[in-house]
């Protein structure tokens, strides 16, 4: 098939993938090759989160980031960074301050020293990270506890005064949720009341076969849409293994590691499987083309099925297959269900 992801979609949204060091050093040359030819946006998977970039209070690594950028520029690409707050992969000297002018110092000093390097370059952050909790208040976090509610505030404003041209976006999982999704609702909704910029609401997307339903994925799309906001699918991967959390009675603690039932394809997905994937993908992307119009950009979560993240989460060592790419890089099923829309 000569067409790829980017071509196919060129005229409806963007089509981004999640990248780490591999792909940026081009250590991994085939993938790198693939990456340039299917996506054009690319997103920082884990190289801008504050305990990489920011991991003492007057010392930053660069070195990777510039990379990223680099490569984003030189093809042309959307580039997404990600993120700027956020109470996971926190730096440690961040976690630790008790005092809430010191917080916002460090905020303010992270937000200009990373956004500032990039102005002009970097086409859209992830501002804030997860800060909903399930049913829709506010996660209790260290920036909560320091700063009160108004630290969402604080970070969308010192990001667009650092780089009036980047777009900024709230980022966040079970986006379909009903509770969360009015819980983020609002959350915007504060956001514009209080006179930030704000262009855009992440959906993660990290879903599996059955989870969420089209009707809630779309009643998500409208809602955020509705807020005269852009929508993006910023983190989409399918999982095909079950989950801890749907084991009845099951302790979300327990030790789920060599139990096979947790990991029931170790050497190849099964064709029936693989056929199930590749629907759940067609289903979604068919309503994404559908509200082409609401969203900017649909963002994978890794190239390929070796670079996920689900291989190692919740549980670790398993063989997941989320991704449209397999482990020799060739396209899925679930690949040519998705060209085959157009
Ligand atoms: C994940 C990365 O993919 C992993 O490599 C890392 O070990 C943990 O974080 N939500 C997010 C992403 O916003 O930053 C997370 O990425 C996945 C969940």
Redesign the pocket.
């Known amino acids: 098939h000569p067409a790829t992801l980017q071509e196919t979609f060129k005229n409806d949204f963007y089509i981004g993938a ?1 990248i780490n060091v591999n792909q940026i050093k081009e250590t991994d040359s085939l993938m790198a090759g693939l990456l340039k030819k299917e996506f054009n946006s690319i997103t920082a ?2 190289m801008m ?1 504050s305990m990489h970039i920011h991991p003492a209070k007057d010392s930053f690594n660069f070195e990777i980031p510039d990379k990223f950028v680099e490569l984003g520029q030189k093809n042309n690409m959307y580039i997404v960074g ?2 700027l707050v956020w109470h996971s ?1 926190l730096s440690p000297w961040i976690e630790k301050i008790k005092d809430s002018t010191e917080m916002h110092h460090a905020i303010q000093s992270h937000i200009n020293t990373i956004v500032g390097r990039y102005k002009g370059k970097i086409n859209s952050w992830d501002v804030v ?2 800060a909903l909790n399930e049913d829709g208040t506010l996660r209790n976090s260290v920036f909560l506890e320091r700063l009160g509610e108004n630290y969402l505030t604080t970070a969308f404003k010192l990001t667009a005064e650092a780089d009036p041209d980047a777009e900024l976006y709230y ?1 966040d ?1 079970n986006m379909c949720q009903p509770a969360k999704r009015d819980g983020a609702v609002k959350l915007v909704k504060k956001l514009q009341e209080n006179g930030a910029k704000i262009n855009g609401v992440g959906i ?1 997307g ?1 879903w599996n076969l059955n989870s969420p339903s089209l009707e809630e994925i779309e009643k998500s799309i409208l809602a955020y849409s509705q807020l005269g906001v852009d929508v993006a699918i910023t ?1 989409l991967d399918i999982t095909v293994l079950p989950s801890p959390w749907d084991l009845q009675g099951a302790d979300v603690n327990q030790n789920f590691e060599g139990n096979p039932k947790m990991n029931p394809y170790p050497d190849k997905l099964p064709d029936s499987i693989q056929d199930k994937l590749a629907k759940r993908y067609q289903d979604i992307f068919a309503l994404f083309l559908k509200h082409k119009d609401k969203i900017k950009r649909v963002t994978f ?1 890794g190239v390929n099925d070796a670079q996920s ?1 689900k291989n190692d ?1 919740p549980i670790k060592g398993r063989t997941d297959f989320p991704l449209l790419f397999d482990r020799n890089l060739k396209p899925k099923e679930a690949y040519k269900a998705i060209i085959s829309l157009k």
Request: hydrophobic residues 25%; glycine residues 0%.
């Open positions: 999640a998977e884990n989160k990600h993120t992969q990270n997860e980022n999982y993660q990290h983190e979560w993240w989460w």
